[in-house]
């Protein structure tokens, strides 16, 4: 059940208005604070409502927590453009979340699942003032997501929604890795058929090898679902760890 520290927030963007749940941490002085974006859903169905327990976890643990229906969905409105837009919108977000009471804007983080991951990742490619994120299950590569998926609809929404070959490029994660420099933790289900695994092991190989923060951790026999994947504990875990690291809001160390 809903408390008096859960409600529904409108913010003003450049050109929309999204609307979000924000849980306030009821802490005194200023602490962490977690911007969580959903995955793609159908468009009558407002999917932030799938993310509210995983917001309560964050909650309990000391964060306060903002997740919006983003754009292209219910009761947000505007149209879904497969992280092009979307990525601008978080941004936003972000700033708006480090001004609210409570939040100490030097503990940002970051967490999505599946297209949200996609749009964290490309959010903190482009300077987003964050500490560390958590991508669970996220689109990376446009174009070798549609060679690999063998999920109907998909290959239209790639043409459609992502722009098809012209758009992939501005969508691509493994375009932006030289500005990705913020610790990164990948969970992926290594069962996933919708979103292949392949998909963060690519990602993770290539951190790897830039000796960028990163971790990767698969579940075994899991699929693309969020209720098996999106656990918060593993964000947690990494997020307490890039504090306790002192890490900086590009990924070094001081």
């Known amino acids: ?3 008096e520290r859960e409600r529904v927030v409108e913010i003003e963007l450049q050109d929309i208005t999204l ?8 802490r ?4 962490p604070a977690l911007l969580l974006l959903h995955g793609w859903s159908w468009p009558d169905v407002d999917p932030s409502l799938r993310m509210i327990e ?5 909650q309990h643990a000391g964060y306060t927590v903002l997740t919006p229906s983003m754009r292209g969905w219910p009761p947000s409105g505007g149209s879904d453009d497969c992280a092009g837009r979307q990525v601008d919108d978080a941004l936003q977000l972000l700033e708006w979340l480090s001004r609210q ?3 100490d804007a030097g503990k940002l ?3 999505g699942f599946s297209q949200g991951g996609q749009i964290a990742l490309l959010a903190a490619s482009r300077g987003a003032p964050i500490r560390a994120l958590a991508a669970f299950a996220p689109v990376v590569d446009p174009e070798s997501w549609g060679k690999e998926t063998d999920v109907e609809g998909i290959r239209g929404y790639l043409m459609e929604e992502c722009g098809g070959p012209q758009g992939w490029p501005a969508r691509n994660v493994m375009n932006r890795l030289s500005e990705l420099v913020q610790p990164v933790l990948l969970v992926h289900g290594d069962a996933d058929q919708r979103v292949p695994t392949r998909q963060s092991l690519l990602l993770y190989e290539k951190l790897q090898e830039m000796q960028r923060p990163a971790q990767l951790e698969l579940i075994p026999g899991a699929e693309h679902d969020l209720d098996v994947v999106l656990l918060p504990q593993r964000a947690l875990r990494f997020f307490q760890h890039s504090l306790d690291s002192h890490h900086d809001n590009r990924g070094a160390v001081r």
């Not at 609307?19 to 009821?26: H, N, P, Q």
């Not at 005194?28 to 602490?31: A, D, L, M, Y």
């Not at 995983?54 to 964050?58: D, G, L, S």
Request: net charge positive; glycine share 20%.
């Open 101 to 103: 009471r409570g939040v």
């Open 28 to 31: 005194e002085g200023s602490g």
């Open 109 to 111: 983080f970051l967490a």
């Open 54 to 58: 995983t917001a309560r976890a964050f």
């Open 19 to 26: 609307v979000g749940r924000y849980f306030d941490s009821g």
């Open 1 to 3: 059940m809903p408390n």
